[in-house]
Structures are given as C-alpha cells and as structure tokens.
C-alpha cells in the first residue's frame, strides 16, 4: 500500500516516529503541502494522510486509486465526506487524542485572563517591583473564580473535562448542548441564552457545523456580563470575530481567550490582534508530546483495522 502524509509536519515536527505508519506500507511524508500541490502528491496513493488540506469532489475525481483518507485530528471540516462516500473513500478521524490536552490550555488561557501573571511578571523583570505591587490593587488585580458560573457550550470530551476543571476550582457548572447527556450532580443543563446571560466564562467546545458557524454573534456577546470572559478552543468559525473584538473594545465584555481563528494565520489587520484583553494562542492546544503520539498512533490503527477490514472512527 502506498501512503502519503501530506501536511505532518505541525504532528510530528520531528521529535516522534511516524514508524507506526511505516509498518503499514510504503510511506511518503511531507512537512507542508501547498492546497495546488495536493492532487499531484497524492496521486498513485491508495491511502492519504492529512491535517488541513482540502479534499472535495474536484479533488477525488483526480485520484481514481484513492481508497482512505486519514485525519490527523478530530475534525473533518476540510473533507467533503459526502463525495469521498460517493467514490467509495473511507475517510477516519482522531477522536480522543488531546481532551486533556486542550481542556487543560482552556484552563490555562483563562488563568491568564483572571491572575495576569505575565504583565506582572514583566513588571518584575523590567525592576519594577513596586508598580506591579501597587497595579496588584488596580489594573492587575486578580479575578477569583471560586463561586462563579462556568458556562460549556458542548458537552462532549473535552467539555465534560473543562467542566470538572471549573469545578475544581469551585465554579458553578452551567451546561447547553446540542445532545444533552446525564452530568455529575449539581451541574445545571440551561438553553444557550441563559447560558450566555448568566456565565461569568463561557467556554466553547461544539463542533463547527453549518449549524453553528457564527452562532456567537452580536447577539449572544450582548447578552454576557460586561465582567465576563469568553474562551475558544475550539474552532473559530464559532465567533463572529468583529463582533467579538467591538465588545471588547467597547468595554462590554471583560476578555477572551483564543486557541483558534477563521484563518490561521490571521491576516495583520485582523480586529482581534489589537483588542482590549484578547488573548491569542496559534492553535496550539492539542500539541503536547503525549497527545502528538497518541495522534500518531491512532491514525496508524485507524489505517490498519481498514486493511483488516473493520474500520474504525469512520466519519464516512
């Protein structure tokens, strides 16, 4: 079997072994493949590979030997599974991998919201130990979480996980959810407007869907505590980014912490770059080391039970 990863190089930039792929047939790595390159490399291929490339109708109809698509990553966003079903393609993804992974960076990005420890940190580190003292009180004053509603859009993996962060913490625990599910006692399942109305942090973790893209708009942002926060680590397709970035501008809402974007990158003119309290990482809270291996093998398992014929994970 011929197997080509196309873009592997944000999984495994070279502190890992793709040897359990190896062991599945002939395979053909590649760091980075621009969207124009992918139908030329993936030609010949029975078996592609990928993260965040494309592959639609147009796509398949180059590559008649294609018989799987494997994600490295939960989502299949960037996958037309309906035309990889019409052509026969299995196509499989990864859930599981990273849920304490990134529901631990959900944690830590609002932790950066609510202590400040790194503009303190500056402070100190610049000689300035008195100002960060006296800011202590002020603008660097700490927010204190315990007593506080934690609302969890999507009550999945990940969700049930930064649920029981926030309880550890000593936050109230509101719930919404497309599927409702039983939950620990003492969590209290709401609709998505009161979700937004009464959290002091909304946390994001549903799937992009044609259902949800742009669900948090003007009109949710509107309704949250002007003292609230807002996380996303999710997929930024969620957010209405403009929206968001006026109500943080505009004082309406207290900050937001952000893992994922529309577009990543961002172009330099994007209205979230230079919001007031708008803290942004690169999509980064899947990629520790144990859960980049834990990918890695996974796609290697999901690859080898099709050959065995009993696929697994399938999405189409």
């Known amino acids: 079997m011929n197997i080509v990863v196309l873009d592997g190089g944000t999984t ?8 359990p792929l190896e062991r599945l047939g002939e395979l ?16 010949n291929t029975d078996a592609v590979i990928l993260n965040r490339i494309t592959l639609g109708k147009e796509e398949f109809s180059q590559l008649p030997q294609l018989r799987y698509v494997g994600t490295l990553a939960t989502g299949y966003n960037t996958i037309d599974v309906e035309a990889a079903r019409e052509r026969g393609i299995t196509v499989c993804n990864v859930p599981h991998y990273c849920e304490g992974a990134v529901a631990q960076h959900a944690l830590s990005l609002l932790l950066c919201l609510c202590n400040k420890a790194q503009r303190s940190q500056d402070l100190v580190q610049a000689g300035h130990w008195e100002q960060a003292v006296e800011e202590s009180h002020g603008p660097l004053a700490p927010v204190e979480l315990e007593g506080k509603r934690l609302g969890i859009l999507g009550f999945g993996s990940i ?5 029981r962060l926030g309880e ?19 969590y209290r399942w709401v609709d998505l407007e009161t979700l937004f109305r009464e959290s002091d ?10 259902e949800t893209r742009g669900l948090v708009g003007e009109h949710l942002l509107s309704l949250m505590k002007p003292t609230a926060f807002l996380i996303n680590t999710a997929r930024g397709g969620l957010l209405e980014e403009q929206a968001l970035a006026d ?6 809402l207290a900050g937001a912490c952000l893992d994922v974007l529309t577009q990543e990158p961002p172009p330099p003119d994007h209205p979230l770059l230079q919001a007031k309290n708008c803290v942004i990482t690169p999509h980064v809270a899947w990629a520790t080391r144990e859960a980049r291996a834990r990918l890695i093998q996974t796609v290697a398992d999901n690859l080898k039970c099709f050959l065995e014929g009993r696929p697994q994970n399938v999405v189409s």
């Open 168 to 186: 550890a913490l000593g936050m109230e625990v509101l719930l919404c959810s497309r599927t409702p599910r039983p939950a620990p006692s003492g």
């Open 12 to 19: 495994n930039p070279g502190d890992l072994s793709w040897e």
């Open 201 to 210: 942090v909304v946390s994001l973790h549903c799937p992009l869907t044609a």
């Open 247 to 252: 109500a943080l501008n505009q004082g309406r």
């Open 159 to 163: 969700g049930q996980r930064m649920a």
């Open 28 to 43: 053909t790595v590649y760091g980075q493949t621009p969207q124009n390159l992918a139908v030329e490399r993936a030609k």
